[in-house]
């Protein structure tokens, strides 16, 4: 059993910082993928940034453009969301999910087995 818990979100204003965190608990973490996704009221839930147990990250480009990084922290149960030049439009709760089966994460939010309660992120202009 895996559970994971986002924290780190917030109101901020447009180009401003912010990093996610994602507590997990569970003894086999350190072999998973993980992933980060949005989604916004009346919106479709949308992939963000998912990263292999070994440090290899994918990036939803359409949108993250250099201004997210993905990253881990095994020894600490950790997965992190640095954003940066944040946007009204990246206004969304924000999860982050366990993909157990492929080994860099996935972009279809299908293929995640656990989830977060997502955390809050406001950007105001």
């Known amino acids: 059993q895996v559970q994971l818990v986002e924290s780190g979100g917030g109101l901020v204003q447009a180009g401003d910082s912010l990093r996610l965190s994602c507590a997990a608990s569970g003894r086999t973490f350190s072999t998973y993928a993980m992933g980060w996704f949005r989604q916004a009221p009346g919106k479709v839930r949308e992939f963000v940034a998912a990263?292999?147990?070994?440090?290899?990250?994918?990036y939803n480009l359409d949108f993250v453009k250099g201004r997210f990084t993905i990253s881990r922290d095994n020894a600490k149960n950790t997965v992190y969301l640095q954003m940066n030049s944040l946007k009204p439009d990246d206004t969304a709760v924000y999860y982050c999910?366990?993909?157990?089966?492929?080994?860099?994460?996935?972009?279809?939010?299908?293929?995640?087995?656990?989830w977060g309660q997502g955390t809050q992120v406001t950007v105001s202009s």
């Open positions: 999910a366990v993909d157990s089966v492929h080994y860099g994460g996935s972009y279809y939010y299908r293929d995640y087995d656990y």
């Open positions: 990263i292999s147990w070994s440090g290899e990250s994918i």
